[in-house]
């Protein structure tokens, strides 16, 4: 149209003899050129910003998809709700399977949220909270399904601006039962656990001292034949006590649903009164210390001392020699403590060096709980250290040497030193 319109003027303007009608009609030629040439450009760039508009359509579109695929797969219970905290707004697939509901259209259609709490407080306080901080991580509480079950989730949550400026709230929640069960279970068996601990360091322990009073009294009166028996009463009396001492230490690590509250420990101290102790428990062996026990302090607890009792006794208890020799050497090294505990006794084999540490595994030939060393394990576990068990290849320092081949067990332990 303006192609056919700018010929006809240039055929005007060479037919005409007037001038000025002749410049006319050629501004008039130019104008109508620019303005052409000016709409060819604008022409373009439509063209163009619509194939842009087309492409981020399309995009957006696929975002959308990618979106609305997350929201709905999602394993965790997602929802919006409105900006007053009390109605679904949007929720996935996800979120009406745990609030036991056959599809999320129920839920944004006909259930208020203080419908879903078990508890009318809780959901106050989730809406106090929330309305106060913006946001909740992990804040617990029970749901009511449809069917009157209820089912424990954890919330997290946030504030967010929608398009029209008001605040509304996001969030996802997980199915937390089958956790909130094993704790309580757990719970339950930690109070029976607590129960049995002070039985046994109570009542029993009562008894014992009282079993060992008699047997005292009975060692000063009973003849020569019978003095054998009373001893055998004595040392199964004081095996009992020991026993107790160890189970309240193995319930207490188990009960215990925080970090152990570690402190500086001499090791010096400890040693020389637990050595002390297997002297007198153990009369037919022998236990020495090599060089000198250094003052250093530990870090670990009033139980460091049955790690010591333990592994003592297990040295004797096991050891098939005429005479049983236990030697204990330590090490300053860095930051670490070293202490060996050595014995002439027949070793542990290879494959059962790595078992003798686990829940309920016993020694060969043990007739004891498999307790002791698994006791020992948790508690230097604790403390930041490690034990390790291997074959003695060494001779004894200053101990004397039983057998001409040397034989036998060494405990290790690496200690953490105090600072």
């Not at 250093?296 to 096991?318: K, Q, Y």
Request: glycine letters at 6%.
């Amino acid at each position: 149209m303006t192609e056919e319109l700018l010929q006809k003027l240039n055929r005007r303007t060479s037919q005409t003899d007037d001038d000025e009608l002749s410049e006319l009609l050629e501004q008039a030629i130019s104008e109508l050129e620019r303005k052409e040439q000016s709409l060819n450009s604008l022409q373009r760039e439509l063209d163009e910003t619509n194939e842009g508009m087309v492409a981020l359509t399309m995009e957006l579109q696929q975002a959308e998809r990618r979106y609305r695929a997350l929201f709905e797969d999602a394993g965790e219970g997602i929802y919006k709700t409105s900006s007053k905290l009390t109605e679904y707004r949007l929720v996935n697939d996800s979120f009406a399977d745990i609030l036991g509901y056959e599809n999320a259209a129920t839920i944004e259609e006909t259930v208020s949220i203080a419908d879903v709490f078990a508890e009318h407080e809780r959901y106050e306080t989730y809406r106090e909270q929330l309305s106060e901080q913006g946001e909740l991580t992990g804040f617990e509480y029970q749901i009511v399904r449809p069917d009157g079950e209820r089912r424990w989730v954890t919330d997290t949550v946030r504030s967010v601006k929608s398009d029209d400026g008001t605040t509304v709230y996001r969030g996802g929640i997980l199915d937390i039962t089958e956790r909130k069960e094993y704790e309580r279970k757990l719970k339950e068996r930690n109070q029976a656990l607590e129960t049995l601990n002070q039985f046994v360091r109570h009542d029993i322990r009562n008894d014992v001292q009282v079993v060992s009073l008699y047997a005292e009294q009975l060692e000063q009166q009973v003849a020569d034949e019978n003095a054998t028996a009373v001893k055998r009463i004595k040392e199964t009396a004081t095996n009992i006590e020991e026993i107790t001492q160890d189970a309240a230490a193995f319930v207490e690590t188990l009960t215990s649903g925080e970090e152990i509250d570690l402190e500086p420990v001499s090791l010096q101290s400890v040693i020389s009164a637990e050595l002390e102790s297997r002297r007198s428990a153990h009369p037919d062996a022998t236990f020495t210390v090599a060089g000198s026990l250094p003052f250093v302090e530990i870090r670990a607890d009033g139980m460091f001392d049955s790690v010591l009792r333990n592994i003592l006794n297990n040295a004797v208890v096991h050891n098939d020699a005429d005479t049983p020799v236990i030697e204990v050497d330590t090490t300053v090294k860095n930051d670490d403590v070293i202490v060996r505990i050595r014995d002439n006794g027949p070793g542990i084999p290879d494959d059962l060096k790595n078992q003798i540490f686990g829940k309920g595994n016993q020694g060969l030939d043990s007739d004891g709980t498999g307790m002791g060393l698994y006791l020992v394990s948790q508690l230097v576990s604790s403390y930041g250290g490690k034990v390790t068990v291997k074959d003695r290849n060494e001779p004894f320092v200053d101990a004397p040497e039983t057998t001409n081949n040397v034989r036998g067990t060494a405990f290790v332990l690496r200690l953490p030193r105090s600072e």
